[in-house]
């Protein structure tokens, strides 16, 4: 343990899933030029410098598996980059600093139970294979959390996890952290709390971070002295802010990591190192139901709240793909279940077929179905595809922004489309009434078009040419 205080920069670094269901390709992005994408762009202006520069090593952090995989095609050096400055850290102090994202980004306290496991379990896997270790934390998507969710991670062996200061209750108003959240079954999970007033200052005041020693000085050393002795104080932000978001901020991360820090008394560490080093004694209660970017809990993703200008599209929206993956769980439950196996303890497993561990075929050979005419090798994975594809119909960006003619609600609906498509390859798969009539509710502002317009015309590509797998 040391008397110097402890700062940390946890960067999140993620992209949704932006290939087309139907071609597994990324489609050309206006605004992203000179590159045909954003997940190019991004990677020539952020995670590429950041590499470079050293950075990984010196800040925690947690990478989308939707990202990580597009980088081991597109981008696999600096894929390498990262994962080796995560293995030195491990190999330096015997834990590393990056951390685990459940897999499809998906808003945990909106989802059921199963979800949560899966895109828990999926997400963990992930990174096992990515990194070569099982993770210690976990980054919850948009922060968003409840107690379910938290027990789910504990299950999985999680340590602990990274929020808000206002999605914890602490006791006496206490300014430090981390804390120990009591969980079921004896089980608990330490919970660190980001600088509010820091990570604001970093993510949206560009002149606060236009020079690192400046922003040690004025700005970091009297925040840490607010707080506690043996506390960790944690700046928390996008990691696309880095040099996407901001011009030059990569530049000005690795300067504050390597120099303007340790010049003023303090030293950089990440929560495994924390945790190895020092010992959480103070307990507190989590506030369910909040997330890091509304303050409105988690109306952003399910209907209209004070952070978009419009959102009465979303709450028909997020009922209607909640009615089609109800339906297509039913029939997918019944059939596994018919076939003599666990539906969904197979479901999470699949992540090793989505991964390439395997194949699908030698994958359903671990778990003994009885096939028939009915119940083929092929029905069985047109019906785990579906299962995937049923989830990233719920990935978070769909409902962030204020628009549903975007792109990420509009693929969200492409997802949902696919689903169907594959359902209906597999089994006699009806879609609800109520799908239909609920996606008519969810309006393009200052059109006549709705989401079931968006999904009719989704699902009309899948008859006329079967979409890639």
């Known amino acids: 343990m040391t008397n110097r205080p402890s700062i940390c920069v946890h960067a999140h670094f993620y992209q949704p899933p932006r290939e087309d269901p139907f071609t597994n390709l990324i489609p050309e992005e206006p605004g992203a030029e000179p590159y ?3 997940n190019e762009r991004i990677l020539e202006t ?3 410098p950041n590499a470079e520069l050293g950075n990984y090593k010196r800040i925690s952090f947690n990478l989308g598996p939707t990202l990580s995989s597009w980088m081991a095609v597109n981008a696999r050096d600096v894929l390498i980059k990262i994962t080796e400055e995560d293995r030195c850290n491990v190999t330096e102090n015997g834990v590393g600093n ?6 499809n980004h998906t808003i945990l306290p909106l989802s059921n139970r199963r979800d949560k496991e899966t895109q828990v379990i999926w997400g963990i896997a992930a990174f096992e294979n990515l990194f070569g270790r099982k993770p210690q934390g976990i980054w919850l998507p948009e922060c968003a959390v409840d107690l379910e969710t938290l027990n789910i991670v504990a299950e999985q062996g999680i340590q602990f996890t990274i929020l808000a200061p206002w999605q914890v209750d602490v006791p006496n108003g206490e300014n430090s952290s981390p804390y120990r ?3 079921e079954n004896g089980k608990s999970i330490i ?3 980001y600088n509010k007033e820091l990570s604001t200052k970093v993510s949206f005041d560009k002149q606060a971070t236009i020079n690192a020693d400046i922003f ?3 700005l970091l050393i009297p925040a840490v002295s607010r707080n506690g002795l043996n506390s960790l104080t944690i700046i928390a932000t996008d990691g696309e802010l880095y040099g996407h978001h901001q011009i030059f901020r990569d530049k000005f991360l690795a300067h504050l990591l390597n120099g303007s820090t340790s010049s003023r008394g303090m030293q950089i560490t990440y929560p495994g190192l924390w945790l190895k080093e020092n010992e959480v004694t103070q307990k507190a209660r989590i506030i369910e139901n909040t997330s890091w970017s509304c303050h409105h809990g988690v109306e952003r993703w399910r209907g209209h709240c004070g952070c978009t200008s419009t959102g009465a599209w979303k709450k028909p929206l997020r009922e209607a793909l909640n009615c089609l993956a109800d339906e297509i769980d039913s029939q997918f439950e019944q059939i596994i279940f018919d076939a003599g196996g666990d539906p969904w303890e197979m479901r999470n497993q ?3 077929v989505i991964l390439g561990k395997c194949n699908f075929l030698d994958w359903l050979k671990n778990f003994g179905l009885y096939l028939n005419e009915q119940i083929s090798n092929r029905k069985l994975e047109k019906l785990f595809m579906a299962q995937y594809e049923r989830q990233r119909m719920f990935t978070s960006c769909g409902w962030f922004f204020d628009s549903i003619d975007r792109i990420e609600p509009q693929n969200n609906i492409s997802y949902a489309a696919y689903a169907v498509w594959l359902m209906e390859q597999a089994c006699a798969f009806n879609i609800p009434y109520a799908f239909y009539s609920l996606l008519n509710k969810a309006k393009i502002e200052n059109t006549n078009l709705s989401a ?11 008859t006329i040419i079967e979409p890639a797998g």
Do not use: T
């Open 181 to 183: 959240i009591d969980l």
């Open 46 to 48: 952020c995670y590429r």
């Open 350 to 352: 699949y992540i090793d």
């Open 191 to 193: 919970v660190f709390l």
């Open 216 to 218: 040690a000085e004025r």
């Open 452 to 462: 079931k317009d968006l999904f009719l015309e989704a699902y009309a590509r899948c």
């Open 36 to 38: 045909h994408n954003w």
């Open 98 to 103: 990056a951390i685990a994202q459940p897999y």
